[in-house]
C-alpha cells in the first residue's frame, strides 16, 4: 500500500513535478509587428497580398455579403496590376522596402536589447498580411525560448484598423495554442518623448544638409472620417504628435501644416488631403516643401512611392519647386532606443536590464 498522501490516495504530492514550464522561464520575447507586403511587385503577388488585406473587416468596415463579391469581382480584377506598377517603382535587391527596413530595425533592437552578455532578449518580426506571419514571429520566440510576449506594433499612432487588426491577427494565433504565453501590447507611442524627440531629430538633421524648406508638411496616412466619428483616437494622436514635434523644432503656427494620404474610394476621409494640399502650394509657387510621414516607422510604398515620387512630380507639374521627403526614422540609433525604451516600460527587459527614459 502506497504511504498516505501517496500517489493511490488522489491528494496532491508536493514533491511531485508541477507542469512542466516553458522553456526559458523568465525570458521575455519581443514581437514587432508591421503591416505587410507583396512578395514580388508583379499582379499575381499583389493579388495575393490585397485579397488578404483588403478581406479585414478592420480595413474595409462593409458588410461581407455586400464587399466581398466587390472585392473579388472587381477590385482584385483591376487593382493588383496597378498597385504592381507603383511597387515596381521601389522595389530594391533586398526587395520590398517596408520588409527590408522592418527587419533590419528587428535585428538593430535585438542587439540593442542584448548588450549583456548571457541576457539575450530575442525579436522577431511579424507582418499583419503575407510573410513573414505573425504566427510564424510567434512560434520562432517561443521556439528560442521566451516565456512570455511584449508585443510592439510600429504604428505610432493608433487606428483599428491597423493597431486593432495586428491584436486580432494575434489573438487568432494564441487561440490555436494550448498553452498561452503571458503578454504584454504596446497599442502606441505617438507622445512618446523619445518618439518625438527622434522625429524632430530627423528634420534638423535632414535641414541641416539640404536647408530648410518654405513649409513642413506632416503627412499622415488617412482613414475614413467615420471611423474617427465613432471613436477612434487617430486624428487627435496625429495632431498631438505633429504639434509636439513642431513645438520641439521650434516652429510658427504658420510654418507647418498636418495631411492625410492614400485614401482610396469615394467616401470622405480626414481632411485635408495631402495630394490637394501639395497641388494647391505648387501653384502658388512654393519653391521647397519639406514633407515628413511620422505616422510610418519604416519607408514603405506610401513614402516613397507615394510622397517622394508620386507627389514630387504632382507638385512640380502644377508650378511648384522641389518636395523634399525626410527619410522615415528606420533604424536609427535613437529610433532603436526608442523602442527598447518602450520594451523597458512595459516590463519586458529582465530585472536591472532597464534602459532610457524615452518611452513616457
Known sequence: ????????????DPDAPSVPALAGAGVPGVLLVNLGTPEAPTAAALRRYLA?????????ELPRWLWLPVLHGIVLRVRPAR???MYARIWTPEGSPLLANSAALARALESRLSRSPGNAVPVELGMRYGQPGIDAAVAKLLERGADRLVVLPLYPQYSASTTGSAFDRLAAVLC??????????????????????????????FRAAHGKGERLLF????????????????????????????RELGLADDEWEVAFQSRVGTQKWLTPYT??????????????????????????????????LRYGELFERTGGGELR???????????????????????ALPEGRATGDGAR
Open 1 to 12: 500500500m502506497p504511504p498516505e498522501g501517496g500517489a493511490a490516495s488522489g491528494r496532491p
Open 219 to 246: 503627412s499622415f496616412h488617412g482613414v475614413p472620417a467615420r471611423m474617427v466619428e465613432q471613436g477612434d483616437p487617430y486624428l487627435a494622436q496625429c495632431r498631438r504628435t505633429a504639434s509636439l514635434v513642431a
Open 176 to 205: 490555436a495554442r494550448r498553452r498561452v504565453p503571458g503578454m504584454t501590447f504596446i497599442d502606441g507611442y505617438h507622445d512618446a518623448p523619445g518618439y518625438i524627440a527622434a522625429v524632430a531629430a530627423s528634420i534638423r538633421e
Open 275 to 308: 495630394d490637394e494640399l501639395i497641388e494647391a502650394w505648387g501653384r502658388q509657387g512654393m519653391q521647397k516643401l519639406d514633407v515628413v510621414c511620422p505616422g510610418f516607422a519604416v519607408d514603405c510604398l506610401e513614402t516613397l512611392e507615394e510622397v517622394r
Open 83 to 85: 498597385s504592381a506598377e
Open 325 to 347: 521627403y525626410v527619410p522615415a526614422l528606420n533604424d536609427r540609433a535613437d529610433h532603436v532606443e526608442l523602442l527598447a525604451a518602450l520594451v523597458a516600460a512595459h516590463g
Open 52 to 60: 488578404e488585406f483588403l478581406a479585414d473587416p478592420r480595413v474595409v
